[in-house]
């Protein structure tokens, strides 16, 4: 079964710092660039982070440009998201999500976000 | 960056009617990279339709995607009860930000 599972999140106070864990398991996590996405409590979707398969391209939001680092570990099969200098607006459920794709005759072509973990809550607050 | 608007912002309907959910982008959208998502309370969004008309693995033929450009349609032939949801529009083009539509709340009526 394709899965991917997160972990790490927690309460922090303002300024802090937290680690999360994205464990992923039933396709070959090496193939795929990832992302991770957060949701505040009663708001909508907002893209944070993407990382490509090799680690080579890698982009942020601007409100946590400088603050968060993501990473990965294809022999561990995870990814990462470091969280340093955390504001209250950053409460929110942290998603990680797999970038799919597929090939035709014209190539490649991305099929969004295909695979959801079930996500983990990070709560900012003194 | 692209700034996606939904509408509306609420739809109430009944179960075995059509739903029709919009989403405007704020300039074209590459190579009609338009994916649409659902999520219910308590769990992770799940992918619909890429680009703009593809169904998802699993998705069932009730639900499908049109337009380009700057303006995308999902369309619910069919509302069935597990069917009303939070609704999201996302446009994935070549440059970051991969932005999301404030969404669309599909509730029964």
């Known amino acids: 079964e394709v899965q991917l599972v997160e972990s790490g999140g927690g309460l922090v106070q303002p300024g802090g710092s937290l680690r999360l864990s994205c464990a992923a398991s039933?396709?070959?996590?090496?193939?795929?660039?990832m992302n991770w996405v957060r949701q505040a409590p009663g708001k909508g979707l907002e893209w944070v982070s993407y990382?490509?398969?090799?680690?080579?391209?890698?982009y942020y939001a601007d409100s946590v440009k400088g603050r968060f680092t993501i990473s990965r570990d294809n022999a561990k099969n995870s990814l990462y998201l470091q969280m340093n200098s955390l504001r209250d607006e950053d409460t929110a459920v942290y998603y990680c999500?797999?970038?799919?794709?597929?090939?035709?005759?014209?190539?490649?072509?991305?099929?969004?976000?295909?695979?959801w973990g079930q996500g983990t809550m990070v709560t900012v607050s003194s | 960056e692209i700034v996606l608007t939904q509408s509306p912002g609420t739809l109430s309907l009944s179960p075995g009617e059509r739903a029709t959910l919009s989403c405007r982008a704020s300039q074209s959208v590459s190579s009609s990279y338009l994916a649409w998502y659902q999520q219910k309370p308590g769990q992770a969004p799940r992918l619909l339709i890429y680009g703009a008309s593809s169904r998802a693995t699993g998705i069932p033929d009730r639900f499908s995607g049109s337009g380009s450009g700057t303006d995308f349609t999902l369309t619910i032939s069919r509302l069935e009860p597990e069917d009303f949801a939070v609704y999201y529009c996302q446009q994935y083009g070549s440059s970051p930000p991969w932005t999301f539509g404030q969404g669309t709340k599909l509730e029964i009526k």
């Open positions: 039933g396709f070959t996590f090496s193939s795929y660039s």
């Open positions: 990382i490509s398969s090799s680690s080579s391209t890698i």
């Open positions: 999500a797999r970038d799919g794709y597929y090939y035709d005759s014209s190539g490649y072509h991305s099929k969004a976000f295909d695979i």
